[in-house]
């Protein structure tokens, strides 16, 4: 007997969309076939009219981040257990953190003291990239080495520090060339938040000496001459270490999809990340009130960029929509009003899936599997995850969404759960996700939660050698 059935739905399935019935056991999905032709389960889902798409991966989260302004003592986001919360409410049942590999501790006691806070917190399946952090000290590449062995296969690098006195993060060229060699050799991938740190930071000085410091300035900030640079630079070193592979974090320029087609078209494994805020804000949304809540580093850009970034996620350099999930009250997100203070990262984690169908789907035309390509399968490939997650197929864990369409619903801050703001207010959507299967347990059903922390497992992962030999997806 199966535990569950899926039944009636139109399913987006690897190989198209087409009326089908899904049968899961274990937590995995065993069978799909024609309508009718399950065995006997203990419960069915009648799908009726609802779209069936494979779980919502976002591989570009931060739960339990220090937030930090001057003058004021550090607060940390919130915890996995309320972002995953959120996140299985929007249709999202994967998430990817990061762990900062400080210096004063070895790679793998980071990864423990991680993994300790992650530990039945979290109502998602979740993974982490390993964030290097300045100049690395020479014992952490061989302990990358053994930790990406073990399934953290993916690594986090900054060419920048972003602010003015937030040292530390910058990677320095030739760290990152060295870091890039292990990567290449353990068979993983490097995610890259690519920024030219003398432009940001020049242009930092130079808006301090104009007395031009509120954050509507930003843009000037993180510009697109500093991500065409870092970007153009960064590529060029992984193209000459053999059988490396870039995922490029939040590209929010026209500069960065240029520099990316440019090295695709070369044959190289170079991936786009791009996220909501840059699809659907620009920087003159910086002048609306309380606009810091539209903020993520880099900046904000212009419409040009945005068209560019429209144009990119249309089978282009663009391959994943994320969010830079950083979940806080409001009064967090607004308490900086200056360039260099202003709260980066967003609440969104939860509208993403049912915003990206209107502005996919229903206003640009994009299929249904481009559409779950872009918010769960893609990132599921590069991030070593497919088709265990992103895909609807025998093997696959029972991650299913059920997608109410043809909707006209509005979004707000008090039908949300992550926090008590979202920058979506008033958005009107067209799909929105009405159950939730994660492991094959139905954890939302019409809005009532029925999750469990000790169903959230740490995923191994292995980016496939695909992936990393020319530009797969």
Not at 28 to 51: D, K, M, Q, S
Not at 225 to 253: D, K, Q, T
Request: hydrophobic share 40%; aromatic share 6%.
């Amino acid at each position: 007997m199966l535990d569950l059935a899926i039944t009636g739905g139109t399913c987006v399935l690897p190989t198209g969309t087409q009326a089908a019935d899904i049968g899961v056991k274990d937590g995995r999905i065993v069978l799909v076939g024609g309508a009718g032709t399950l065995p006997e389960a203990a419960r069915t889902v009648a799908a009726g009219n609802r779209l069936v798409i494979p779980g919502g991966i976002d591989p570009h989260i931060h739960c339990l981040m220090p937030v930090r302004a001057p003058g004021r003592p550090d607060v940390l986001t919130d915890p996995p257990s309320q972002v995953s919360k959120a996140a299985l409410h929007g249709g999202t049942t994967t998430l990817i953190d990061f762990v900062q590999c400080v210096h004063e501790r070895t790679v793998q006691e980071s990864i423990e003291q991680t993994q300790a806070v992650w530990k039945d917190a979290c109502y998602c399946d979740y993974g982490f990239h390993l964030t290097l952090m300045g100049e690395v000290p020479t014992p952490h590449f061989g302990q990358l080495a053994d930790a990406m062995q073990d399934g953290h296969a993916s690594i986090k690098i900054f060419t920048t520090n972003i602010r003015p006195g937030n040292l530390g993060r910058m990677v320095p060229h030739g760290h990152i060339w060295e870091a890039l060699k292990v990567v290449a050799a353990q068979g993983g991938i490097a995610c890259i938040h690519a920024e030219d740190n003398d432009i940001v930071m020049f242009m930092y000085e130079k808006l301090m000496r104009e007395n031009r410091v509120s954050f509507e300035h930003m843009a000037e900030v993180h510009n697109a001459l500093s991500e065409e640079l870092s970007f153009n630079r960064v590529i060029r070193l992984a193209e000459n270490v053999e059988g490396a592979a870039l995922y490029m974090v939040h590209v929010s320029a026209a500069t960065g999809v240029a520099a990316l087609e440019s090295s695709r078209a070369r044959g190289f494994p170079m991936y786009g990340e791009t996220l909501h805020q840059y699809l659907m804000y620009n920087s003159e949304d910086y002048k609306r009130p309380g606009g810091q809540m539209f903020h993520t580093y880099p900046s904000l850009k212009y419409p040009e960029d945005q068209k560019r970034l429209w144009q990119a996620t249309n089978r282009g350099a663009i391959q994943v929509i994320a969010t830079d999930e950083l979940c806080c009250p409001l009064r967090v997100k607004l308490q900086g009003s200056r360039i260099d203070d202003t709260t980066g990262g967003n609440s969104g984690v939860e509208p993403r899936v049912g915003l990206m169908y209107t502005q996919m789907v229903t206003k640009r035309g994009y299929s249904a599997e481009h559409f779950v390509d872009m918010i769960s399968s893609n990132a599921a490939k590069i991030m070593g995850l497919y088709p265990r997650k992103g895909a609807l197929a025998v093997g696959s864990d029972a991650d299913i969404v059920l997608l109410e369409t043809g909707l006209e619903k509005t979004i707000r801050a008090a039908d949300l759960h992550e926090t008590d703001y979202t920058p979506w207010e008033g958005h009107v959507v067209t799909a929105w996700p009405s159950v939730t299967i994660k492991g094959g347990n139905v954890v939302v059903d019409s809005g009532a939660f029925s999750g469990d922390l000790r169903h959230g497992k740490f995923l191994k992962r292995k980016v496939a050698d695909q992936m990393r030999s020319r530009p797969a997806v």
